[in-house]
């Protein structure tokens, strides 16, 4: 079996689990199939589908990186569902997605005998950590502690590829929350004060850019 159609697989059967642990934790209950139901199998179908596309593409475009590129897509979509539905990030789950990337870019070091790639990766995260921690210090109510803990995160893996993919990745994520409250704001969908979740943009934006650039 190929290698891309392993991952398109795992893509398909995890799309389920990730929309019932997602609805689960939203709820606060047990997770369970009827934590599925609950939402539909169209939104489950279609995670599947997502991650699906995501994994295959992971594996097409960034072979020596599939592994953590599938873990972040997995993991990532839990946590932007949690985010959407609960303006939650869970620091176990996100501990989880940096522990996880941690472990497969250092043994994709090893099996390179190329450590800098992982060196450039952890650098990234801690002077992104300073700045967007300084960021919600001076404004505590523009960015929560899980998007702290989750742009660190995201820097992480963006490191890893360059520092041009930490900067146009964030940028862009930043950006695009902006343009799309603003949006919001306009036509009247959410009133001034009341934010959005920036987790799915976080997660997502970073994921295009290592995938198209």
């Known amino acids: 079996m190929s290698l891309w159609l392993t991952y398109g697989l795992l893509g398909v059967f995890a799309g389920p689990f990730v929309i019932a642990f997602s609805n689960s934790i939203a709820r606060g209950e047990a997770a369970s199939w009827r934590c599925v139901t609950a939402v539909g199998w169209r939104p489950a179908l279609a995670a599947g589908a997502l991650l699906a596309l995501l994994l295959v593409e992971g594996t097409t475009r960034r072979h020596t990186a599939a592994g953590a590129l599938a873990w972040l897509a997995?993991?990532?979509?839990?946590?932007?569902?949690?985010?959407?539905?609960?303006?939650?990030?869970?620091?176990?789950?996100?501990?989880?997605?940096?522990?996880?990337g941690l472990v497969q870019f250092g043994l994709a070091g090893l099996i390179e005998r190329d450590v800098?790639?992982?060196?450039?990766?952890?650098?990234?995260?801690?002077?992104?950590?300073?700045?967007?921690?300084?960021?919600?210090?001076?404004?505590?109510?523009?960015?929560?502690?899980?998007?702290?803990?989750?742009?660190?995160?995201?820097?992480?893996?963006?490191?890893?590829?360059?520092?041009p993919y930490v900067v146009v990745g964030l940028m862009s994520a930043f950006l695009s929350t902006g343009l799309v409250m603003s949006v919001l704001r306009a036509r009247k969908l959410i009133s001034q004060g009341q934010p959005i979740?920036?987790?799915?943009?976080?997660?997502?934006?970073?994921?295009?850019?290592?995938?198209?650039?």
């Open 74 to 100: 997995i993991v990532g979509l839990l946590l932007a569902l949690i985010d959407w539905s609960s303006h939650r990030l869970p620091h176990p789950i996100v501990g989880a997605l940096l522990g996880g």
């Open 116 to 163: 800098w790639p992982l060196l450039r990766a952890v650098t990234a995260a801690l002077v992104v950590l300073v700045i967007v921690l300084t960021i919600g210090l001076i404004s505590p109510s523009g960015l929560g502690l899980g998007d702290v803990t989750l742009a660190t995160t995201m820097a992480f893996f963006l490191g890893w590829f360059g520092w």
């Open 197 to 213: 979740a920036l987790g799915p943009a976080l997660i997502f934006t970073p994921i295009c850019v290592i995938l198209l650039f």
